[in-house]
């Protein structure tokens, strides 16, 4: 019996060095290390599309459009940019205005854009995450020629991207992004008849980086269209293909059919100033939408689930890197 009992004891000792010469080796490996912080990021990552709420980002679509139509100059225009300027202040670490006077013939454009700081101030990169907050003053697409001077809506066109990103903006606040975000909100994107007097705030933003130049962005322009397609944007392949492609990549990973890994149109856009001085930035855009530029780019014609299927990737991107 006491050979027997001395046989089990001896066992268990065995097993305790044994666990812990593996917890010491562990303790000193710096795979095991980067196991644990990769399966953190994708606990994170699974808590905040978690919490992303479509609903509460389809409520900030309309809540914009209740302004009306928001062109410059325009009181609307004014009360919008109160509205997401308070809204960013919930969430950001920082958010300022960027100030612009542009002058257009007789006309000077009080224009803003809106740039809000998320996650650690010294992180080794920083993600770019835009859209534009204006609408076009015009319907020069509409059908009907007594609309093209009317102003657009903009639920899709405008609206729709500052949606997902004021969402993901209380994503941010709740788990800590791993890495710097700046969210940037463009003015002036719509405003002219011709692409000379469109994209002011994204040019002017491009001229003006200081603190706030990134590594890489994206830009979100159109996206809560209710037949949703987005096909590779052709701009952002050209210049930087891989990273394009990765991003596709990750939404097939995901799941979201409406990425369609096919290339289509060139569309000047925000992001082609950015490109320009050297940033990579990519454009997720539906430009097959029907009602682009005319008077009937409404509520209804988006839904919450299009603007998750962006929103989804482009958390996927925040904490999971690509």
């Known amino acids: 019996m006491r050979k027997q009992w001395f046989v089990v ?4 000792l065995c097993y305790s060095v044994l666990s812990i010469a593996c917890a010491e ?8 290390e980067s196991r644990d912080t990769a399966q953190v990021r994708a606990s994170t990552s699974r808590a905040a599309s978690a919490t992303f709420d479509a609903q509460r980002a389809f409520a900030i679509l309309k809540k914009q459009c209740e ?5 410059p100059g325009s009181a609307a225009h004014i009360e919008t940019r109160d509205y997401l300027f308070t809204e960013l202040q919930k969430y950001a670490n920082s958010v300022v205005l960027q100030p612009n006077q542009y002058k257009t013939g007789k006309v000077t454009l009080h224009l803003n854009n809106i740039l809000a700081e998320f996650g650690p101030p010294t992180s080794g990169e920083t993600l770019l995450l835009a859209a534009h907050w204006d609408t076009r003053p015009f319907a020069d697409r509409d059908p009907k020629p007594e609309n093209r001077d009317k ?9 729709s ?3 997902v990103l004021l969402e993901i903006a209380r994503v941010l606040k709740i788990h800590p992004p791993p890495r710097r975000v700046v969210i940037v909100l463009f003015d002036g994107e719509d ?9 002011i705030g994204s040019r002017f933003f491009a001229r003006n980086l200081g603190k706030w130049k990134p590594d890489y962005g994206i830009l979100l322009d159109m996206v ?9 944007e052709r701009y952002s392949w050209e210049a930087n293909r891989d990273y394009t492609e990765a991003i596709w990549r990750r939404a097939a990973t995901l799941g979201l059919t409406p990425f369609q890994h096919r290339l289509g149109d060139k ?3 925000d992001h082609v100033p950015l490109i320009e001085v050297g940033i990579p930035m990519v454009n997720i855009i539906d430009f097959t939408y029907p009602y682009w530029h005319t008077v009937e780019d409404t509520v209804d014609k988006c839904s919450p689930k299009s603007l998750e299927v962006a929103a989804m990737l482009v958390i996927s991107i925040i904490y999971d890197g690509l």
Request: glycine share 12%; proline share 10%; no cysteine.
């Open 151 to 159: 102003p657009i809506l903009g639920a899709n066109d405008g609206a």
């Open 9 to 12: 004891l001896l066992i268990s």
């Open 25 to 32: 080796s562990d303790a000193n490996n710096p795979n095991a």
């Open 191 to 199: 405003y002219g008849r011709s692409i000379e007097h469109m994209f």
């Open 161 to 163: 991207g500052v949606a």
């Open 67 to 71: 302004f009306g139509p928001r062109p």
């Open 267 to 269: 569309i000047m856009d």
């Open 224 to 232: 809560g269209d209710k037949d949703l397609a987005f096909p590779i």
